[in-house]
Nanobody, 123 residues
Framework: QVQLVESGGGLVQAGESLRLSCAAS????????MGWYHQAPGKQRELVAS???????NYADSVKGRFTISRDNAKNTVYLRMNSLKPEDTAVYYC?????????????????WGQGTQVTVSS
């Protein structure tokens, strides 16, 4: 099993910045692609950004140029730097990992999710 714990959410004003972190722990040696999603009240969970183990990134159009995803493979941690925040960015942000190599070097193809962290941007 793998556990993901997010941190860094909070309440900010429009135009300010936040940095989210998500650390993977448990039966994990290394992780495959990791990503950040957000879910606003009454809406579906949507991809915000993703990053492969090699560092290739993908962003939703709504955050391009404002958000930056990065990862520290040695720590199995993924980050999301969010600049120029807007009220429409308000949501619960979740991280996930799409498969891991376990401590015994077997492959676990499950997708794991964190518990979510609230980001609220006031106007």
């Amino acid at each position: 099993q793998v556990q993901l714990v997010e941190s860094g959410g909070g309440l900010v004003q429009a135009g300010e910045s936040l940095r989210l972190s998500c650390a993977a722990s448990g039966n994990i040696f290394s992780s495959n692609a990791m990503g950040w999603y957000h879910q606003a009240p009454g809406k579906q969970r949507e991809l915000v950004a993703s990053i492969t183990s090699g560092g290739s990134t993908n962003y939703a159009d709504s955050v391009k140029g404002r958000f930056t995803i990065s990862r520290d493979n040695a720590k199995n941690t993924v980050y999301l730097r969010m600049n120029s925040l807007k009220p429409e960015d308000t949501a619960v942000y979740y991280c996930n990992v799409n498969g891991v190599r376990t401590r015994l070097h077997t492959i676990d193809l499950n997708t794991y999710w964190g518990q979510g962290t609230q980001v609220t941007v006031s106007s």
